[in-house]
């Protein structure tokens, strides 16, 4: 397999700082595990550090790799983890979703 180096532009690394910045005003968990992620450590230095990670791969989905759209939070060992694989299908609604506490547990409609 050939080595690929990933082309990067001015406009790709402002738009790579300013969604950190998000992420940390926002403590966003990561998008895989669902936890918190320690925005303090040095970006891709520790296993729960901050890394930019892609909705869909970028080996699969080169076109895509600009769009800060499909850019999600994660955890530098979750993105690891994933690899290349396409993002998980969710499975539906979870019941803390649909259920209604104040109808006394049952769900709506």
Same mark, same amino acid.
């Given at each position: *397999? +050939?080595?690929? $180096?990933?082309? $990067?532009?001015?406009?790709?690394? %402002?738009?790579?700082?300013?969604?950190? #910045?998000?992420?940390? %005003?926002?403590?966003? !968990?990561? @998008?895989?595990?669902? *936890?918190?992620?320690?925005? +303090?450590?040095?970006?891709?230095?520790?296993?729960?550090?901050?890394?930019?990670?892609?909705?869909?791969?970028?080996?699969?989905?080169?076109?895509?790799?600009?769009? !800060?759209?499909?850019?999600? !939070?994660?955890? $530098?060992?979750?993105?690891?983890?994933?690899?290349?694989?396409?993002? #998980? $299908?969710?499975?539906?609604?979870?019941?803390?979703? @649909?259920?209604? !506490?104040?109808?006394?547990?049952?769900?709506?409609?």
């Amino acid at each position: *397999m +050939a080595n690929r $180096t990933r082309k $990067t532009s001015r406009a790709f690394e %402002r738009d790579k700082r300013a969604f950190f #910045a998000k992420c940390c %005003r926002e403590h966003a !968990p990561c @998008w895989l595990c669902g *936890m918190p992620i320690d925005y +303090a450590a040095e970006k891709n230095t520790a296993d729960d550090s901050f890394n930019l990670d892609h909705l869909y791969p970028v080996s699969k989905r080169p076109d895509l790799q600009f769009d !800060p759209a499909g850019f999600r !939070p994660s955890h $530098t060992s979750c993105n690891r983890l994933r690899g290349n694989r396409d993002p #998980a $299908t969710p499975i539906g609604l979870l019941s803390r979703q @649909w259920v209604d !506490p104040a109808l006394g547990g049952q769900s709506e409609g």
